[in-house]
């Protein structure tokens, strides 16, 4: 299982959180309409995002504290996946190290594939995990567990992850977001979801 971290794990997407704190609503906005428009690719997007956001990792961290809640469901969904031995795995165009911490402290352990950051006070630098315009490309783990024989279940919400719902033979889509909208528009069969417990629910049923 490939679960996107932001939005879909959290209410909020982090690192949005992190650049309007820096920069303002008028400026994020601009921004991601660049993005909505074609204009930047969702990779230049984060690159420019990150060079205005100035906290250090330890402010980042006290401040998504305050500001992104955990999915409670999350980790007792994880565990049910464990006992029947299904992997979980964190897909993020997000910060790594930010992302570790945070599932740490919401009691989560699984491995995390994430971007990486330099957290310079004149403003951070990104550190991409791969060369791909998204920053991330998550459709390239799906398609890789895909080709090692796995059945492949895929959690998100946004537009970093529309490629990997494609390439999963099962999609849960958060309710109200992009992604569900990106599916129903083009046919990909997906479940909508609130929480991690309605995703328990449909794929393992009552304990
Ligand atoms: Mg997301």
Redesign the pocket.
């Known amino acids: 299982m490939f679960v996107?971290?932001?939005?879909?794990i959290t209410d909020v997407?982090t690192f949005d959180a992190l650049v309007r704190d820096a920069v303002g609503d008028e400026i994020w906005d601009s921004i991601d309409a660049e993005l909505a428009a074609g204009y930047l690719t969702l990779r230049e997007v984060l690159m420019l995002q990150a060079s205005h956001i100035t906290k250090s990792e330890a402010e980042a961290i006290a401040f998504l504290e305050a500001t992104a809640t955990v999915d409670p469901a999350f980790a007792p969904f994880v565990g049910a996946a464990r006992r029947r031995g299904v992997e979980v795995c964190v897909v993020s165009s997000g910060i790594g190290p930010i992302i570790r911490t945070t599932l740490e402290r919401a009691g989560v352990d699984v491995p995390v594939l994430a971007n990486d950051v330099d957290f310079a006070a004149d403003g951070w630098t990104m550190t991409f995990i791969d060369e791909s315009a998204n920053g991330h490309d998550k459709a390239a783990a799906v398609r890789e567990a895909r080709a090692a024989g796995r059945l492949t279940v895929f959690v998100?919400?946004?537009i970093?992850?529309f490629t990997a719902a494609h390439e999963a033979q099962r999609c849960f889509a958060k309710a109200g977001r992009a992604l569900e909208s990106y599916c129903r528009a083009r046919n990909i069969p997906f479940t909508p979801f609130t929480s991690f417990a309605e995703i328990e629910s449909a794929l393992f049923g009552c304990e």
């Open positions: 996107d971290f932001d939005g879909t997407d998100g919400d946004g970093s992850d």
